[in-house]
Every structure is written in C-alpha cells, then in structure tokens.
C-alpha cells in the first residue's frame, strides 16, 4: 500500500500502524482502501486555466466533458471562465481524470 498523504501527525502515525496490521494480516485490503481513503489529504484547487486544458488535452468539447462529469454544459462554462468553482465530487473526478486518464471514467 501507498502512504497517504495528511495534514496531521496523528492520522499519519495510524495510517502506519494500519499498514503495519495490514502487512501482518489482521486487516484485510477492503478494509485498508477504506482506511486509506479517510487519511486523504483535500484536493488542490482547480484554476480555470487548467481544467481547459485538461479538457482540450482529451479533446472533449465542454458538452462532452460535462456528460463526463455529470454536471452541465453551463457549469463547466463558467469553470472555465473562472465564475464557479468546482467541489466535491467535481473535484474529485478533475483529479481522477488528470492522474488516470480519461479512460477511467468510460
């Protein structure tokens, strides 16, 4: 398993002792995914700049982008021109497209 970047000391320590358990066979992976996605870090702001290019990288339009996101053609509009901002889940799947490629999501 891959450690997970925190903000705190004390989530850092138990991550390390779950991994610890993990490598000893007392928790199972399930449980260490689970355990891993709460020791997350947040997610770095997505600037307007670079979700266009992040669209125009994968060569969607911004209909198409939005279906892939499941937002609207609108929305993603006024990411790119700075008047929203993405968040939540939004923002999870910017990030998700940017490291793994769009072929993820399809």
């Known amino acids: 398993m891959t450690r997970a970047q925190s903000t705190s000391r004390i989530l850092d320590e138990a991550h390390e002792t779950a991994q610890d358990f993990h490598a000893a066979g007392f928790i199972d992976a399930r449980r260490m995914r689970a355990f891993d996605a709460l020791c997350l870090g947040p997610i770095a702001e997505w600037p307007p700049e670079r979700i266009r290019e992040l669209r125009s990288r994968h060569q969607l339009s ?45």
């Open 62 to 106: 911004q209909v198409v982008f939005a279906s892939v996101l499941n937002t609207s053609a609108s929305t993603v509009r006024q990411w790119e021109i700075g008047a929203k901002r993405p968040s939540g889940p939004s923002l999870k799947l910017l990030d998700l497209i940017d490291r793994k490629g769009l072929e993820v999501l399809l």
